[in-house]
């Protein structure tokens, strides 16, 4: 009995040291993503602020930042990744879709239609963007290694009451001065008759994309509210059933 018990204990010691090893590492490893990302959109902004202070327009802006833009914006796939394995408990469909309609208005919107970029919109969608996304990988960071200031737990918390609306008006604005030359070039669209037999007319679907923003808008906003009641002011919140 006593052998049998003795081993038990050694078993359960065995595994509660696999789950610590497991939970550091992981740590460390969101950890270094979070620096990462921090750092990148960080050089971004950076490289924003130099590109306007030296030309004095933001005609250029934004083939002067693509390719930076396109590799840590592509890089945060690694979230939905992050919620699939379990690392982080947040929803994959909510961060899927929210990493993907980032990735959808950088690489088939602002990045295919050259006409567009330099448009005051996606200055304005960027400069959310890059405030949001400093905020927010920071404010991670510091979470993570046990030291968060209330200054960026404010931020957090805050920023996104103005900030949010302003990207996506930010993005709206881009997506609509895209349609004209979508509709003229044919982009993306594939006609009948084809071998395929199936027709796709991507000027409709980004009337579809802007369209899916009314419902979609309001739900993340307010879910973001309560978020911000329940960590500032301590709230307890009740989800209503659907």
Known sequence: MASGEEDGSLDEKENNNKKRIRSALATAWLTFYNITMTAGWLVLAVAMAKFYIQRGTHKGLYRNIS???????????????????????????????????RIFMVWFVTNSIRQIQNEESVVLFLVVWTVTEITRYSFYTFSLINHLPYFIKWARYNMFIVMYPLGVIGELMTIYSALPYVQRSGMFSLRLPNKYNVSFDYYIFLIIIM????????????????QRRRVLHGEVIVEKDD
């Open 67 to 101: 390719k930076t833009l396109k590799f840590f914006q592509t890089f945060a796939l690694l979230e939905v990744v992050h919620c699939a394995v379990g690392l982080v408990r947040t929803s994959v469909i909510v961060t899927g879709v929210q990493v993907s309609s």
């Open 211 to 226: 369209l899916s923003y009314i419902p979609l808008f309001p739900q993340l906003y307010f879910h973001m509210l309560r």
